[in-house]
């Protein structure tokens, strides 16, 4: 990805992966980096939280704690405000789907 365009679109798909899945179910930082792995994004945690942080901070994913055999890991829920974001995405992808096929 040495492009930077091509690195900002890929950041942006990015965002709409994270709270794909974060709306199915809660999601932490090594899954997410081996689902994104599945689908040739090479991330590494020093992107993918501050990602993760952004979209906390924009509203759109809240986050708890849980300790997981003896080991505190964060998980991340997609909220309201992020739900709509994913829709409102969905709809602009599939319009520019449409057009570009």
Sequence with gaps: M????????FL???QVHILHHAKKEPI???????????HG???S???LYPIFH??????????????ISGKIR???SITEKGVSV????????TELKGEIN
Excluded: C, H
């Design 2 to 9: 040495q492009e930077p365009v091509l690195r900002k679109l």
């Design 12 to 14: 942006a798909f990015i």
């Design 28 to 38: 932490y930082g090594a899954w997410m980096i081996e689902e994104l792995k599945r």
């Design 41 to 43: 994004y090479e991330i």
């Design 45 to 47: 945690a020093g992107t």
């Design 54 to 67: 952004n979209l906390e901070k924009d509203g759109l994913l809240s986050w708890e704690n849980k300790t």
């Design 74 to 76: 964060k998980y991340y």
């Design 86 to 93: 994913l829709e409102q995405a969905k709809e602009k992808i």
